[in-house]
Every structure is written in C-alpha cells, then in structure tokens.
C-alpha cells in the first residue's frame, strides 16, 4: 500500500505526563479553546509541520484524542483521485481513530496548492471522503481547515463575510499562545522536508499503471509477474541507493499476495533466486519449458531485467535439479553445479549436498 502513517498516540496525556515544567513536576495541561489552539498544537503533537498531509485529531470528552498524519493520497496531474484510492485512504483514516471512545474528530489539510475560490478548497473530495467514512463509523467531523504555506481557513465556511478570505495567518499559529507555551515547556518540531528532501510524485501514467495493479491483486498471482516482482525486490535487497518513489509503490502492492510476501523474506535472509525456486507459486516455470518472458511492471522494472533474472534461476534451478539426481550408472559421482547461484552483492547461496555424496 502507498500511504505513509504516523500516530502519536494520546496528546492529552504527553501534555500532563510527558512533558515538565522547571523544578521537574509534571505541568498542566494545555487548555484548547479554539482552532488556532488546535492548530498551533498539531506540530508539537508531530514532532514536524506536516508537508502534503492530512491531519485527523480526535475529540473525547473533555479532551484531544489519538491524532494521525497521513500523506495525501496520488493523483494523476490535474485529475481528480481515484475512487479506489480514496477509500482505502479514508478507511485508514477511520480505521485508526475508532480504536478510541470519541464523541467526533476534526480535519487540518496541509497542502502548498493554491485555493483561489472560497467555494472551492484543494483537495476537497478527499476531506468529503474522509469526513463521509468517519460519520459512518460514528465519528462525526466537527471542523475541517486547510492549511497553506501563509494562510490557514475552514473549509465548512464559505460565507466570507463571517469568515474572512483569504483566510488567518500561518504565523500566528507558530507565535501565538499555543505555541509560545508549548516552547516553554520544551516542545519543539521541525520545519519538515527540505525542498531537496521531498520526493517527486511518478507521471501520471506510471501512477495510473501502479494503481491497476494495486485495484487488481490477483495479478500477482501469475507465475511471470510474480517473478519480475521478485526480480524488482532483488535490486532492492541488493543495492545500496534508496528506490524512488515509484519502486516503492511498486514494491509495497506486491506485499498484497501472502507468498511474495514469504518470498521477499526468504529474499531478504537468502537470494531472490533461493526465494523463486523454493515457491510454489514459480513450480510452472520450473516444471515446464515456458518460453514467455515476464512483463515490464510499472514501477520502473524493464521486461529483459525480469527476463534475465528468470533465466539465471532457471538455469540454477536446473542445475540444481541435475545434482539432487545423484550419481547415474559408470560415472564417477555427482557433478556440482556450474557455479553457485550468487546475490548481486556477490554473497554465494550455499547449497546442502545429500548424504552420502561426495563434494
């Protein structure tokens, strides 16, 4: 799955226990009164100011909730998200914050998209989305804002005669009294991702493949893709360079078939050939002389390097099949195979002989 999650657990509770005032007691509570307050409070609460997120805080009795920060979901440059994805990301949503006894929720968007039109938030179909599931769960939304670079509003009010356009500034949530006394009290966070840090969304066309993917599971189950999933897996495991965004979704809708996820951790403390020849999902590539080629797949995996890597697990596959056979009638012995299947890292495979033979 490609969304990234951060809950914090109880606010309330870090407020009074875990943080102290000079002599070393516990201090008060924080006292919230208003949106500002909320506001100002949610990046203490994170440790960073959200870059590109939802923010959802629950409301107890008499208290703040659990709070969570999601990554927006993708979406193909100027189009709307797709409806599979914004259920999977609303249900993550409410999914966290029904573990707790909540009498309702609010919403911060953090976005640098620009809102022109009152009427018109950005981002606007995933706080419906989000707002609609939680009312389902029985956690109604009580406010919604969006947060900008400067200016911060609410999206429950377009009336701007009782809600100033453009909106409040951003500054005074990090100067005002909210933020002023949770500095007193040792709190700090960071500026989030440097410009540098923050990874460039795929095209929209690789976005879209990758979705199909992730909206169609059963695709993993053929044997060629399973293998050039395997393959994508296995320059992962075996190269130092951080993937791109797009690898990363890649990998994360693979881990929807339970034996490419068995297959990954056999990869991981083995080979990626090991894990492809000791699956039962690869057993018709073995058993039969299949001349197809495994399939490009979306994240940036080409269709020859999935095909090389089917041929040198065949062949090891092969090879090792031929020792397991052992010695045949006026031959001196087993002969091993030629060459051990070998990791791009250079680590050999280590293979058992059977009892009895020799080398």
Same mark, same amino acid.
């Given at each position: 799955m490609d969304d990234i999650q951060h809950p914090v657990g109880q606010p309330a509770r870090r407020d009074s226990e875990g943080i102290r005032d000079a002599t070393g007691a516990p201090a008060d509570p924080i006292t919230i009164r208003s949106a500002e307050d909320i506001l100002a409070y949610v990046p203490h609460a994170l440790g960073e100011w959200p870059e590109e997120s939802l923010v959802a805080v629950g409301l107890g009795d008499g208290r703040l909730g659990p709070t969570l920060r999601i990554d927006?979901?993708?979406?193909?440059?100027?189009?709307?998200?797709?409806?599979?994805?914004?259920?999977?990301?609303?249900?993550?949503?409410?999914?966290?914050?029904t573990h707790d006894a909540l009498v309702g929720a609010v919403l911060a968007l953090y976005t640098r998209s620009a809102w022109t039109v009152p009427q018109s938030p950005p981002h606007r179909e995933v706080m419906d989305a989000v707002a609609a599931r939680l009312a389902e769960a029985g956690v109604?939304?009580?406010?919604?804002?969006?947060?900008?670079?400067?200016?911060?509003?609410?999206?429950?009010?377009?009336?701007?005669?009782?809600?100033?356009?453009?909106?409040?500034?951003?500054? =005074?949530?990090?100067?005002?009294?909210?933020?002023?006394?949770?500095?007193?009290?040792?709190?700090?966070?960071?500026?989030?991702?440097?410009? =540098?840090?923050?990874?460039?969304?795929?095209?929209?066309?690789v976005a879209a493949a990758l979705e199909a993917y992730v909206e169609d599971p059963g695709r993993w189950w053929d044997p060629l893709v399973f293998t050039a999933a395997l393959a994508a897996w296995d320059e992962v495991l075996s190269e130092p360079r951080v993937p791109d965004p797009a690898r990363v979704r890649l990998l994360a809708a693979t881990l929807m078939r339970p034996a490419l996820r068995d297959a990954v951790l056999v990869a991981s403390a083995a080979d990626a050939g090991t894990a492809w020849?000791?699956?039962?999902?690869? /057993?018709?590539?073995?058993?039969? /002389?299949? /001349?197809?080629? *495994?399939?490009?797949? *979306?994240?940036?995996?080409?269709?020859?390097e999935a095909a090389a890597a089917l041929d040198s697990w065949s062949e090891a596959a092969a090879a090792l099949d031929s020792w397991s056979e052992g010695p045949r009638a006026g031959s001196a012995g087993p002969r091993p195979p030629p060459g051990p299947p070998q990791r791009r890292s250079g680590a050999p495979v280590r293979c058992r002989a059977r009892p009895g033979s020799s080398g």
């Open positions: 927006l979901p993708a979406r193909p440059k100027g189009a709307p998200v797709r409806p599979a994805a914004l259920r999977r990301f609303s249900d993550t949503v409410a999914d966290y914050l109604p939304v009580l406010e919604a804002w969006v947060v900008g670079p400067e200016r911060w509003r609410t999206v429950t009010c377009a009336d701007t005669a009782c809600c100033p356009w453009p909106g409040e500034s951003v500054e =005074a949530l990090r100067t005002g009294r909210i933020g002023a006394e949770m500095v007193y009290r040792g709190s700090s966070y960071g500026a989030g991702l440097p410009e =540098a840090a923050r990874p460039e969304p795929p095209p929209a066309a020849r000791g699956t039962a999902a690869t /057993q018709g590539l073995r058993a039969e /002389q299949i /001349q197809a080629v *495994p399939p490009a797949l *979306p994240g940036g995996v080409p269709a020859a």
